[in-house]
Protein backbone atom coordinates (compact mmCIF):
# COMPACT_ATOMS: atom_id res chain seq x y z
CA UNK A 1 0.00 0.00 0.00
CA UNK A 2 1.06 3.14 -0.89
CA UNK A 3 0.94 5.74 1.62
CA UNK A 4 -0.02 9.58 1.31
CA UNK A 5 3.64 10.77 2.65
CA UNK A 6 5.35 8.30 -0.24
CA UNK A 7 2.66 10.03 -3.12
CA UNK A 8 3.34 13.33 -1.87
CA UNK A 9 6.98 13.18 -1.64
CA UNK A 10 7.00 11.22 -5.51
CA UNK A 11 4.82 14.35 -6.83
CA UNK A 12 7.20 16.48 -5.48
CA UNK A 13 10.16 14.83 -6.70
CA UNK A 14 8.83 15.12 -9.81
CA UNK A 15 7.47 18.75 -9.57
CA UNK A 16 11.22 19.43 -8.97
CA UNK A 17 12.90 17.54 -11.61
CA UNK A 18 10.06 19.33 -14.13
CA UNK A 19 11.17 22.62 -12.31
CA UNK A 20 15.27 21.87 -13.22
CA UNK A 21 14.32 20.66 -16.88
CA UNK A 22 12.76 24.11 -17.42
CA UNK A 23 15.62 26.08 -15.83
CA UNK A 24 19.03 23.81 -17.29
CA UNK A 25 17.42 23.25 -20.93
CA UNK A 26 17.92 25.98 -23.68
CA UNK A 27 15.72 23.92 -26.21
CA UNK A 28 11.96 24.56 -26.34
CA UNK A 29 11.00 21.38 -26.75
CA UNK A 30 12.44 20.30 -23.32
CA UNK A 31 10.83 23.50 -21.95
CA UNK A 32 7.93 21.91 -23.12
CA UNK A 33 8.30 18.15 -21.43
CA UNK A 34 9.31 20.31 -18.27
CA UNK A 35 6.04 21.88 -17.86
CA UNK A 36 4.18 18.66 -18.51
CA UNK A 37 6.44 17.02 -15.96
CA UNK A 38 5.04 19.49 -13.22
CA UNK A 39 1.41 19.43 -14.42
CA UNK A 40 1.21 15.30 -14.18
CA UNK A 41 3.17 15.48 -10.91
CA UNK A 42 0.48 18.16 -9.49
CA UNK A 43 -2.18 15.78 -11.08
CA UNK A 44 -0.54 12.98 -8.82
CA UNK A 45 -0.57 14.89 -5.82
CA UNK A 46 -4.01 15.46 -5.86
CA UNK A 47 -4.81 11.66 -6.57
CA UNK A 48 -3.06 10.54 -3.62
CA UNK A 49 -5.27 13.69 -1.44
CA UNK A 50 -8.42 12.51 -3.19
CA UNK A 51 -7.64 8.64 -2.10
CA UNK A 52 -6.94 9.74 1.16
CA UNK A 53 -9.74 10.93 2.21
CA UNK A 54 -11.35 8.69 0.27
CA UNK A 55 -13.18 11.17 -2.05
CA UNK A 56 -13.37 10.84 -5.88
CA UNK A 57 -12.83 14.57 -6.55
CA UNK A 58 -8.88 14.23 -6.30
CA UNK A 59 -9.50 11.57 -9.52
CA UNK A 60 -12.11 13.96 -10.95
CA UNK A 61 -9.55 16.65 -11.17
CA UNK A 62 -6.92 14.21 -12.50
CA UNK A 63 -8.89 13.44 -15.88
CA UNK A 64 -9.53 17.65 -16.05
CA UNK A 65 -6.08 18.31 -15.45
CA UNK A 66 -4.74 16.17 -17.97
CA UNK A 67 -7.61 17.00 -20.34
CA UNK A 68 -5.84 20.76 -20.27
CA UNK A 69 -2.24 19.33 -20.13
CA UNK A 70 -3.55 17.35 -23.39
CA UNK A 71 -4.63 20.76 -25.15
CA UNK A 72 -1.47 22.34 -23.69
CA UNK A 73 0.91 20.27 -25.08
CA UNK A 74 -0.86 20.23 -28.37
CA UNK A 75 -1.20 24.12 -29.09
CA UNK A 76 2.48 23.94 -27.34
CA UNK A 77 3.50 21.15 -29.83
CA UNK A 78 2.13 23.14 -33.16
CA UNK A 79 4.04 26.62 -31.88
CA UNK A 80 7.10 24.30 -31.31
CA UNK A 81 6.31 23.03 -35.27
CA UNK A 82 5.60 26.87 -36.57
CA UNK A 83 9.13 27.97 -35.17
CA UNK A 84 11.02 25.60 -35.99
CA UNK A 85 9.78 25.88 -39.66
CA UNK A 86 10.67 29.26 -39.87
CA UNK A 87 13.86 30.02 -38.02
CA UNK A 88 14.70 26.08 -38.32
CA UNK A 89 16.34 25.79 -34.29
CA UNK A 90 14.56 25.48 -30.69
CA UNK A 91 16.88 27.15 -28.74
CA UNK A 92 15.58 29.77 -26.22
CA UNK A 93 19.28 31.94 -26.44
CA UNK A 94 19.00 31.96 -30.01
CA UNK A 95 15.62 32.73 -31.04
CA UNK A 96 15.43 35.64 -27.94
CA UNK A 97 18.78 37.53 -29.44
CA UNK A 98 17.30 37.20 -32.75
CA UNK A 99 14.28 39.46 -31.80
CA UNK A 100 16.42 42.63 -30.57
Known amino acids: MVTIL???VLSTIL???GILCIIIRK???YV???LE???N???LALVFIGNY??????QVMFIFIITIAACEASIGLSFLINIYKYKKTLDIDFLSERKK
Request: charged share 5%.
Open 6 to 8: NGL
Open 37 to 39: IMI
Open 41 to 43: SLA
Open 53 to 58: WNQVDG
Open 27 to 29: NLL
Open 32 to 34: LIG
Open 15 to 17: FFL
